[in-house]
């Protein structure tokens, strides 16, 4: 079992940039693929980006409005994932969640097992 705990968020004005990490508690998380989703007031929750497992590549996918602006990352080493946020826009303000799964990272919410509590990231224009 995996738990997972998110940091990093805060208060950026636009086109500024944030880091956000998410610890994992166990020992299986190379296993895991890796995903961020955010949500925005009043908003349906949003798959964001997702890396796989190393041994199948470490691959990485984005939707296409934060492509060329965050870039996913993971160090199994530290059991950490990260999300590097640059040229920050309002409408990127939501609390973003880590989550996990054992298959491809999709971005269907009900398709992970495992949710992190989430970390607010707020840009002002």
């Known amino acids: 079992q995996v738990q997972l705990v998110e940091s990093g968020g805060g208060l950026v004005q636009a086109g500024g940039s944030l880091r956000l990490s998410c610890a994992a508690s166990g020992h299986t998380f190379s296993s895991y693929t890796m995903v961020w989703f955010r949500q925005a007031p009043g908003k349906e929750r949003e798959f964001v980006a997702g890396?796989?497992?190393?041994?199948?590549?470490?691959?990485?996918v984005y939707i296409d409005s934060v492509k060329g602006r965050f870039t996913i990352s993971r160090d199994n080493a530290e059991n950490t994932v990260h999300l590097q946020m640059s040229s920050l826009k309002p409408e990127d303000t939501a609390v973003y969640y880590c989550?996990?799964?054992?298959?491809?990272?999709?971005?269907?919410?009900?398709?992970?097992?495992?949710w992190g509590q989430g970390t607010q990231v707020t840009v002002s224009s």
């Open positions: 890396i796989s497992v190393s041994w199948s590549g470490g691959s990485t």
């Open positions: 989550a996990a799964r054992t298959g491809r990272a999709i971005p269907t919410p009900d398709a992970y097992v495992y």
